[in-house]
């Protein structure tokens, strides 16, 4: 039953995911928002409720724990996890980039929040995060 939903959404879908492939985000602050906009984009074309999935996570006070994660109940949270962080490697490029450097490659979600509480964050001054994922 799963296997015949995941060909469903395979066959729905209405762009290739290749072909929305968000440009490198810089660190430009005015450029934020719409590159967040093309990455959410860009990783729900490829599993969808990941756009939910990191809409949460930039809601959150603190940077997201494994528990917090299984928690999300979306089949596909364990895996976005994993493989975000390659995503964010290969998607920035300066000083974004050497935040997410600073993080653990298996913490995914938790280098988005950093890089999302560093350039929205949820109160306070922009960039009041640490840029360093591994102090938090």
Not at 21 to 44: E, H, I, Q, S, V
Not at 54 to 71: N, Q, S
């Amino acid at each position: 039953r799963e296997k015949e939903n995941e060909d469903r959404d395979r066959q729905f879908r209405l762009l290739d995911p290749k072909s929305i492939k968000p440009n490198k985000f810089t660190g430009d602050r005015k450029a934020w928002r719409a590159w967040t906009r093309n990455m959410k984009a860009f990783l729900n074309a490829q599993h969808q409720g990941a756009r939910k999935a990191l809409e949460y996570v930039e809601k959150l006070e603190e940077k997201p724990t494994t528990e917090v994660i299984e928690a999300m109940q979306w089949k596909h949270a364990k895996a976005l996890n994993e493989s975000l962080y390659d995503v964010l490697v290969s998607t920035t490029e300066g000083e974004p980039q050497i935040m997410v450097a600073n993080c653990k490659a298996e913490e995914g979600l938790a280098t988005w929040w950093r890089v999302a509480s560093f350039y929205e964050p949820r109160g306070g001054a922009v960039g009041r995060g640490s840029n360093d994922c591994l102090a938090a």
